[in-house]
């Protein structure tokens, strides 16, 4: 469980702008054609689906940005199991901010909730096995801090967050370059040359590649990528490391095999699942009628 943010809140904030502008612009006719502008309402944040709830934060900031006045009783912290029926928090807010408001927040945590969800049933998997699952860079396009906020809220662990924070040697790379070593020992200099300390991961696709990380890797890499191995290689990969550098799994895993995978004794394994494949989880914002 967590109630912090855990990034420049102004992100965030800027975030809400943006979202609101897509939404709002000039106004929101409805409402300023329907409802007193001095009117307040209470609302309730109702689940409907059974899942891990992700976005109170967030909603926080929401409600603050578009009435200052207005507060927030929250009954059900982010990170917390849910069930349908559930009353997350109740607001109470001028009633015209409420409802421009009320489609950012839906929209924003219904998204949050499903990532957090499935992150829990992968971290659900494993939990008793001495791996940690990480998310992936595939996320939506300006909103990877959210999609990652939310991997956390559901008990997994953020990898690298761009291309900016990590050095990650793929496939593309090693043939655009020449060759596994090439690559390695380009990176390495790099690092030497720009006065970067970045962890490096190698995607090794075949034995023949790992044994040729193992060669030059030492002090150069962190972590070997093993990526779409079958179990019984993945084992003997792990077995051929032998600790000399972290070993990571990917390709092929979806909650039917990461317990397989997790077993071979990998102690990474990433998921791109996590952020591209979940069910967004129901819930509806309702004004409380006196």
């Known amino acids: 469980m967590t109630n912090t943010i855990p990034f420049d809140i102004k992100v965030l904030e800027e975030f809400i702008d943006d979202a609101l502008y897509e939404d709002v612009r000039e106004g929101d006719h409805t409402s300023l054609a329907t409802i007193p502008k001095d009117a307040r309402n209470k609302a309730k944040l109702l689940v409907k689906d059974a899942g891990v709830i992700a976005g109170i934060e967030l909603a926080k900031v929401v409600f603050k940005k578009v009435d200052k006045t207005s507060s927030i009783d929250?009954?059900?912290?982010?990170?917390?199991?849910?069930?349908?029926?559930?009353?997350?928090?109740?607001?109470?807010?001028n009633a015209q901010a409420l409802l421009k408001a009320e489609?950012?927040?839906?929209?924003?945590?219904?998204?949050?909730?499903?990532?957090?969800?499935?992150?829990n049933r992968f971290k659900f998997e494993v939990e008793d096995l001495p791996v940690t699952i990480l998310d992936t860079r595939k996320t939506t396009p300006l909103l990877r801090f959210l999609e990652k906020w939310a991997v956390k809220?559901?008990?997994?662990?953020?990898?690298?967050?761009?291309?900016?924070d990590w050095i990650m040697i793929k496939d593309n790379h090693i043939d655009a370059c020449g060759g596994i070593q090439e690559a390695i020992l380009r990176a390495a200099k790099y690092q030497t040359?720009?006065?970067?300390?970045?962890?490096?991961?190698?995607?090794?696709?075949?034995?023949?590649?790992?044994?040729?990380?193992?060669?030059?890797?030492?002090?150069?890499v962190t972590r070997i990528m093993l990526d779409n191995f079958d179990i019984p290689i993945l084992k003997?990969?792990?077995?051929i490391v032998d600790g000399r550098f972290e070993t990571e799994a990917s390709g092929g895993v979806n909650?039917?095999?990461?317990?397989?995978?997790?077993?071979?004794?990998?102690?990474?394994?990433?998921?791109g699942a996590l952020t591209h494949s979940?069910?967004?989880?129901?819930m509806s914002l309702k004004v409380i009628k006196d």
């Open 74 to 93: 929250v009954f059900i912290e982010d990170g917390s199991s849910v069930s349908f029926g559930d009353i997350a928090f109740e607001v109470e807010c």
């Open 103 to 119: 489609r950012l927040v839906l929209n924003a945590m219904q998204r949050m909730s499903g990532i957090a969800t499935m992150s």
């Open 153 to 164: 809220l559901g008990g997994c662990e953020n990898y690298r967050h761009g291309l900016y």
């Open 193 to 220: 040359d720009n006065n970067l300390n970045l962890g490096v991961t190698v995607e090794v696709r075949n034995l023949v590649e790992l044994y040729k990380v193992l060669e030059v890797g030492e002090g150069k």
């Open 236 to 239: 003997e990969a792990v077995e």
């Open 255 to 271: 909650i039917h095999t990461v317990r397989k995978i997790a077993k071979s004794g990998v102690q990474f394994i990433s998921v």
């Open 278 to 282: 979940f069910i967004s989880l129901d």
